[in-house]
């Protein structure tokens, strides 16, 4: 027997899980309560398994831990553009795209590779550049889970984890959809998905194909983006018990003259500012530029050996080039009357990995109560080469009224051609084990445990020297796990507490790190606390969830206070936090969606060289860490073919460096939308973003701020058909 959830694109149906034999069994549906016109399933989707939570195929209210899933409806209604975008679904995530570390997450206290990104469940341990966001046509939902959470995914995720859940072939029904769009600054998309079920019969074959082009002269003067994004995927079901997919992926992007940031003017401290009459300046030469290409690959078999277990393999290949020509850097001179530009960098990184994942699902009964197991092998070998060349000299001083941006190779000593730096070599081997059991009636519990073999092996490229050799290595072999209560009050509501665990590398990625990044340092080391409650209310019209947490990382790199050239593994850090996300029906017609986190996050012991002296951060927070973030989202349908939707968003101050001296004020964001059904299964959409043109900074720098996007309109057709 297997559980699916119906999905309806008219009215909002809250039904219970539908079972069906695989043979011909008659199938059975349970009632169905209308509730209204707008497409589903809304809310937070507690009782849809969540693959991102657990490897045992639960679902969120099942699991001893915050679980957030931002499912394909949300993303659309939502106007989600992509993979950033769609964050703000998860309670407390705040992200942006600097084209220098254009994957940022700050989630839980923590930022960057402490919080882990992958990409239908695969890590590619380059999170701050390879989880540069993607448009989010290809992608069917996102998956989180917050806090430590290594004992799945493996090293890093000390915030929480992140998967970005691509389409994939559906043997259940065909259909075709398409979009088009145009707004603000000539931005424009075409998009068409497409699932056909090819034959009939013994062996039943799916296809699916989802492409979408993307462009836009962006908001900052001089910068211009193409990319187009698709995704392939070939289902065979040979038998009522063994399937299998065969799925492509295909990522091009470039943009032209790239923004930055924008410099703060003199002096800078407190609370930073810019010229705001300077809002749209772009102070990287003509030719600027960053390209990227990816690649995926990945077969997915899976067997079902009897009713009670399943196999399933997955094998994958990521191949990507990415390409950097820029002017980095702008500062003020004192009187602010000019602009220094400086830090010209190429850079390109060719990195590949592959993998494949043996994973074994078994449900049975012990001592006559239910108890799911989950066992799996993990391998991948990932591979990066980069080759950076560098000068951090003084380009000009312009004045930014008239100034010519001048092109990248005026920049002397900057020569065309590539040389390698040095190339790093992952090899890990995971083996992991998952359990739920059935205690009572009302309570289970969860664990897992994983143990990873990591190697690293780093080759120099260049003239090797005593800190840093021709090759060099360095192994690690860290154990997680979680232990997990979940306490069923009422069919409605539970309570949980969990107890994990995460190891990250002291490097933060070992895909770049350097000799001596990795000589004399093992992994960090990470623990949780949480408690938590998931409950339905109001007869199902409503949803909640509650999460209350401590994290504490060990073993950071810090200075040592005595001698300030070298470091030690001794920091730590902390973060206590609560996150509550919840879902209304208020009225048949109104939908109300929402979440908000607050944390307080610091370093417990940490030092900086300042000077040549070693200076404590102890009692500090991290840079770009939030204390508040909420969103609220309302949906109103106004006639039969009519909606209306608003929505808000807020960030708290954050700061933008160790000593807490520089910081950015807080901001909030309001948009709306405005939806006509033209026919069955097509709408169009006029929507705003920032409505009131509010200037804010997405990432704090020490000199520069790296800004929000300003007000802009679209409009937008889909249909389905």
Not at 157 to 172: C, E, R, T
Not at 193 to 200: E, F, I, T
Not at 488 to 501: G, I, M, R
Not at 545 to 568: C, F, H, M, S, W
Request: proline letters at 5%; glycine letters at 8%; a negative charge.
């Amino acid at each position: 027997m297997k559980s699916f959830f119906l999905r309806s694109t008219g009215a909002l149906l809250l039904c219970a899980p539908v079972t069906y034999a695989l043979a011909e069994d008659a199938l059975e549906l349970p009632a169905l309560e209308v509730l209204g016109n707008r497409q589903s399933p809304v809310g937070l989707q507690l009782d849809v398994p969540a693959e991102t939570g657990s490897r045992l195929d639960i679902t969120p209210r099942q699991t001893p831990a915050s679980v957030s899933v931002v499912n394909r409806e949300q993303i659309s209604a939502r106007g989600a553009e992509n993979t950033q975008d769609i964050l703000a679904g998860i309670p407390g995530v705040t992200a942006a795209a600097p084209p220098g570390s254009a994957g940022f997450v700050s989630w839980r206290g923590f930022t960057s590779s402490q919080v882990t990104q992958m990409f239908n469940g695969i890590t590619l341990q380059y999170d701050a550049i390879a989880a540069r966001p993607v448009d989010s046509w290809i992608y069917d939902r996102v998956e989180a889970i917050g806090g430590a959470s290594s004992f799945l995914n493996g090293a890093g995720g000390v915030g929480g984890s992140i998967n970005y859940i691509s389409k994939l072939a559906d043997p259940s029904h065909s259909f075709s959809e398409g979009r088009i769009k145009y707004g603000s600054y000539d931005s424009r998309e075409f998009a068409l998905g497409l699932n056909q079920v090819l034959n009939d019969g013994p062996v039943r074959n799916t296809l699916r194909l989802d492409i979408s082009q993307t462009d836009s002269n962006g908001y900052v003067d001089r910068e211009e983006r193409s990319a187009f994004t698709s995704a392939l995927s070939l289902r065979t079901d040979f038998s009522e018990q063994l399937s299998h997919t065969l799925a492509l992926e295909y990522q091009n992007e470039q943009v032209d003259s790239p923004y930055w940031g924008t410099p703060v003017l003199q002096p800078i401290s407190g609370e930073m500012t810019i010229d705001e009459s300077r809002r749209f300046e772009n102070y990287n030469v003509e030719d600027g530029r960053y390209e990227q290409r990816v690649r995926w690959l990945r077969s997915i078999t899976e067997y079902w050996i009897g009713d009670q277990t399943r196999l399933r393999n997955t094998f994958y290949h990521y191949n990507t080039e990415r390409n950097y020509r820029n002017l980095e850097r702008y500062t003020y001179t004192a009187d602010n009357s000019q602009i220094s530009r400086s830090a010209a960098l190429l850079q390109r990184h060719d990195q590949e990995v592959n993998g494949d994942r043996v994973e074994l699902l078994h449900n049975r009964l012990l001592f006559h109560r239910k108890s799911d197991w989950s066992l799996g092998l993990d391998y991948s070998h990932n591979v990066q080469t980069r080759y950076p060349r560098s000068i951090s000299a003084v380009f000009d001083v312009v004045d930014p009224d008239n100034f010519t941006p001048g092109h990248f190779y005026d920049i002397p000593g900057m020569t065309p051609g590539h040389e390698p730096q040095r190339s790093n070599e992952l090899n890990t081997w995971a083996l992991y084990l998952e359990n739920r059991t059935e205690l009572t009636d009302r309570l289970a519990l969860l664990t897992g445990l994983r143990h990873d073999w990591i190697d690293l092996q780093v080759t120099n490229h260049q003239t090797p020297s005593a800190s840093n050799p021709a090759e060099f290595g360095q192994t690690y072999e860290p154990t997680t796990g979680r232990i997990g209560l979940v306490y069923e009050l009422t069919p409605a509501a539970n309570v949980y507490v969990q107890y994990s665990t995460a190891a990250d590398p002291p490097a933060g990625v070992l895909t770049t790190a350097s000799f001596g990044q990795t000589q004399d340092f093992d992994l960090t080391t990470g623990e949780q606390w949480e408690v938590g409650s998931k409950l339905d209310f109001l007869d199902g019209r409503g949803s909640a969830t509650v999460a209350i947490y401590q994290i504490t990382r060990k073993d950071l790199v810090t200075n040592d206070p005595n001698n300030p050239g070298e470091t030690l593994p001794v920091g730590q850090q902390t973060s206590t936090g609560i996150e509550v996300a919840g879902s209304l029906l208020v009225t048949p017609k109104l939908l109300a969606e929402g979440n908000v986190a607050w944390v307080d996050a610091e370093y417990d012991e940490f030092n900086e060289t300042i000077g040549g002296a070693s200076v404590s951060r102890a009692g500090n927070s991290p840079s770009n860490v939030p204390d508040k973030v909420g969103n609220l989202w309302l949906t109103y349908d106004v006639a039969p073919r009519w909606q209306l939707g608003l929505d808000a968003r807020y960030v708290a101050s954050v700061y933008a460096d160790a000593a807490n001296t520089l910081s950015t004020p807080s901001y909030t964001l309001f948009g709306g939308f405005v939806g006509y059904e033209v026919a069955a299964d097509t709408q169009l959409t006029l929507r705003g973003r920032n409505l009131t043109d509010e200037i804010y900074a997405r990432q704090a720098g020490s000199t520069m701020l790296y800004l929000g996007a300003p007000r802009t309109f679209e409009v937008a057709l889909q249909t389905r058909f």
